[in-house]
């Protein structure tokens, strides 16, 4: 079946590590993003790419960093310099940019706790 | 700025009752583009709706309705008879046409958590 896959679902953390989360889709998706889910808050842009090898930063890129090297994968790594890492981080893709050419489809999630 | 509000931060209700979820949004583009997303307990967003801002006709699927008005800056959403199966996050999203500066960014409100007792 067509969709995203978001792995790994759950990861714990120690402060100052690196972590990275993956992102692949099969949907042949042009577009895709990457956005963080605090309680009680909706969803804010962390970055988004268009195209193959190029990406852009969205409302809250500090302390984030992302690759866009094959269309089907999307890589987040959170870095040390995120302050408050500890949030519910979701991927999501487009066939063309999400809006005049349609919705976002959404991965499951990944749930990143810093201990 | 786009900004979009969702001010029922819960809602619960009994099975089988209606119940109605607000959007209001702000936008200075003339051209834009209204969604609604379910989040179930599993975390996934589960497209709901697209609308353009030039459709203002209100549509139904099933026990789902949405109520579009530009005159006051709402999009809200009713479910009809309610279930268990409804109990969820809900989010409304709005996304301006900027032409060839699209970023396909979407804004989302805060989302309703909608809970449906039996």
């Known amino acids: 079946d067509g969709g995203i896959t978001q792995s790994p679902k759950y990861l714990f953390r120690k402060e100052g590590q690196n972590v990275t989360l993956s992102c692949e889709q099969n949907?042949?998706?042009?577009?895709m993003y990457w956005y963080r889910q605090d309680p009680g808050q909706g969803l804010r842009l962390i970055y988004y790419s268009q195209i193959v090898n190029d990406f852009q930063k969205g409302d809250i890129a500090e302390g984030y960093s992302v690759s866009r090297e094959k269309k089907e994968s999307f890589p987040l790594t959170v870095t040390s310099a995120q302050k408050n890492p500890t949030a519910f981080y979701l991927c999501a893709s487009s066939h063309g940019l999400a809006g005049a050419f349609g919705e976002l489809f959404f991965g499951e999630g990944s749930r990143l706790t810093v201990l | 700025a786009q900004k979009v509000t969702q001010a029922q931060t819960e809602i619960s209700v009994v099975e089988k009752e209606d119940v109605t979820l607000d959007c209001v949004y702000e936008?200075?583009?003339?051209?834009?583009?209204l969604f609604w997303y379910k989040q179930p307990p599993s975390g996934e967003l589960v497209f709901l709706i697209r609308?353009?801002?030039?459709?203002?006709q209100n549509e139904i699927s099933g026990r789902y309705s949405w109520n579009f008005q530009k005159s006051t800056s709402s999009f809200n959403f009713t479910i009809t008879a309610s279930q268990v199966v409804d109990s969820a996050v809900y989010f409304c999203?709005?996304?301006?046409?900027?032409?060839?500066?699209?970023?396909?960014?979407?804004?989302f409100g805060q989302g309703t958590t909608l809970q449906v007792k039996p």
């Open positions: 999203a709005l996304s301006e046409d900027y032409g060839s500066s699209n970023t396909g960014k979407l804004i």
């Open positions: 609308r353009n801002s030039f459709d203002e």
């Open positions: 949907l042949n998706h042009d577009a």
């Open positions: 936008t200075r583009d003339t051209t834009y583009y």
